[in-house]
């Protein structure tokens, strides 16, 4: 670790699970953004450079070369090595590379077109129950199942498992959960154990349903796999990675979206008024909430970042949420909810080799959701206090009371 310029900003709070939990770190990010773009923060288990700028962020995103992830995306990894990857997200190329063009066709836009009309039943028949002037928990009546059922149809899976699905993919996320870590650690055994033995079904006798495509891809080579495919281990990776993050993410950008659109009624006057700006909100909600608030990369060299010199072997943590409220990218409004923001040009599903993979699918699921509310309701409100996670990783909300009109 090289030295770090002295800072006025407290960026060990940025490890603090109340900073998250209070849901309001953004005021610490610009203290960052202007005083220490790139600053060390001391830890237990291991320091890290903290990146707060939109430019940084997306260029270190761009260079698994420079930056890699296979040394751990999450701070808690620092230190830790791994026999496999957990998630095609600890990989780089050409291991990442290999299993991208394995999985790509599972998620070509002509497939998420094909869910629409699946997406959007599932959305009505949550939404329909919902009562004008009643007020309910927008995240346990919709943000929560909606996307586990949308993934229950890509496994090819009884959708009323949803809830299980729940308890796994939070005990996969930290700080989401409030099991112990063994309770945490017996969940993924069990998820795991469950993925395999759908994968393995799949391999015998293919349906129609991602798990099926995912499995038998590179088969027999006419695909694109060039003869390639993925092992069972290596399809359980990646079905674990599409059950916590397809989720999580989605669950979250819709809880905090409609939080963020209850709290200014202008906006929701003005979708309803104009349904055109549905797709321009849904980016400015994905720049407003950023689910998944930050990852890691480790420096595989010796550099510099913003005229900060970096050591080889650095962790360096990537800021996503702060990147997306930059004032130098976003303008002097960068701190103001606007669904008309145009360009907006926001990291919220990373950048580079790593972008993610579903994000043509939080799209679809986040533009249905708006669709189907906006021909029911003419008004939404804040109905009591919204409750945050303390996770550092995903930008959670675990309660969130509104009242629709």
């Given at each position: 670790m090289t030295a770090e310029p002295a800072a006025t900003a407290d960026a060990g709070r940025l490890t603090d699970p109340s900073l998250y939990s209070g849901?309001?770190?953004?005021?610490?990010?610009?203290?960052?953004?202007r005083s220490a773009p790139v600053c060390w923060v001391d830890r237990e288990g291991g320091g890290f450079w903290a990146v707060t700028t939109h430019p940084e962020v997306s260029s270190i995103g761009?260079?698994?070369?420079?930056?890699c992830s296979s040394r751990g995306i999450l701070i808690d990894e620092i230190g830790t090595?791994?026999?496999a990857p957990p998630t095609m997200m600890h990989t780089d190329p050409p291991q990442h590379t290999r299993y991208r063009r394995l999985v790509q066709p599972g998620f070509k836009p002509s497939m998420v077109r094909l869910m629409e009309a699946g997406v959007t039943a599932k959305a009505r028949a949550l939404i329909d129950p919902i009562q004008a002037g009643v007020a309910l928990d927008v995240v346990q009546e919709l943000s929560v199942p909606f996307p586990l059922q949308v993934i229950c149809e890509l496994l090819g899976v009884d959708g009323s498992q949803w809830p299980r699905?729940?308890?796994?993919?939070?005990?996969v996320i930290p700080g989401e959960s409030e099991r112990s870590e063994e309770e945490r650690g017996l969940l993924q055994i069990e998820m795991w154990e469950y993925l395999i033995a759908v994968a393995e079904a799949r391999r015998s006798a293919p349906a129609d349903d991602l798990v099926s495509v995912l499995a038998n891809v590179g088969?027999?080579?006419?695909?694109?796999?060039?003869?390639?495919?993925?092992?069972?281990?290596?399809?359980?990776m990646f079905l674990i990675q599409l059950l916590v993050a397809g989720n999580e993410t989605t669950r979250n950008l819709i809880s905090g979206g409609l939080v963020a659109l209850s709290e200014r009624p202008d906006q929701w006057a003005a979708l309803r008024a104009?349904?055109?700006?549905?797709?321009?909100?849904?980016?400015?909600?994905?720049?407003?909430?950023?689910?998944?608030?930050?990852?890691m990369r480790t420096a595989t060299a010796?550099?510099?970042?913003?005229?900060?010199?970096?050591?080889?072997?650095?962790?360096?943590?990537?800021?996503?949420?702060s990147a997306n409220r930059d004032e130098a990218v976003f303008g002097d409004d960068a701190d103001q909810f606007r669904i008309d923001r145009h360009p907006n040009p926001h990291v919220a599903f990373g950048f580079g080799p790593h972008f993610c993979l579903g994000a043509a699918l939080a799209r679809l699921e986040a533009r249905v959701v708006l669709d189907q509310l906006l021909d029911r309701f003419e008004s939404l409100e804040p109905a009591g206090p919204v409750e945050r996670t303390?996770?550092?990783v995903i930008a959670g909300v675990r309660h969130a009371p509104l009242v629709f009109g």
């Open positions: 849901g309001d770190p953004f005021e610490l990010y610009a203290e960052l953004r761009a260079d698994p070369v420079g930056f090595t791994y026999d699905f729940f308890e796994w993919s939070e005990a088969g027999d080579g006419g695909d694109g796999g060039g003869g390639d495919r993925l092992s069972e281990a290596e399809l359980a104009d349904r055109t700006l549905i797709p321009s909100a849904v980016e400015e909600l994905l720049r407003w909430t950023t689910p998944v608030i930050s990852f010796p550099t510099t970042i913003r005229g900060q010199a970096v050591a080889e072997g650095d962790p360096v943590l990537l800021v996503y949420a303390a996770s550092p």
